[in-house]
């Protein structure tokens, strides 16, 4: 059983950085796709970015292309995103999660993390 573990969240004024983690317990196989959710206050969880575990370009919501980069350090086993001109609207609990799917519909993740707070002051 996989288990996911984000960290990195904080508070940060806009324009501000944070890189946040996800620290899987197992080894992730050849097809998993990893990726990142947010959850804002009110608002229902939405698709953020993935990436193929063993290759292949990311994908990015278009709210956070240019801004945000996901990538993975395969040896071991984290994710990463990397968050730059942080604006108010992505403050969210950020959840990592993983698939055996090439989709950002949040319904066909299998593992969730327990997720972590990202707050921008504007």
């Known amino acids: 059983q996989v288990q996911l573990a984000e960290s990195g969240g904080g508070s940060v004024q806009a324009g501000g950085s944070l890189r946040l983690s996800c620290a899987a317990s197992?080894?992730?196989?050849?097809?998993?796709?990893m990726a990142w959710f947010r959850q804002g206050p009110g608002k229902e969880r939405e698709f953020v970015a993935l990436v193929r575990w063993h290759g292949g370009s990311a994908l990015y919501a278009d709210s956070v292309k240019g801004r945000f980069t996901i990538s993975r350090d395969n040896p071991t086993n984290i994710l990463y995103l990397q968050m730059n001109n942080l604006k108010s609207d992505d403050t969210a609990v950020y959840y990592c999660a993983w698939t055996s799917e090439y989709t950002t519909n949040l319904r066909a993740y299998e593992t969730w993390g327990q997720g972590t707070q990202v707050t921008v002051a504007s």
């Open positions: 197992g080894r992730p196989y050849s097809r998993t796709v």
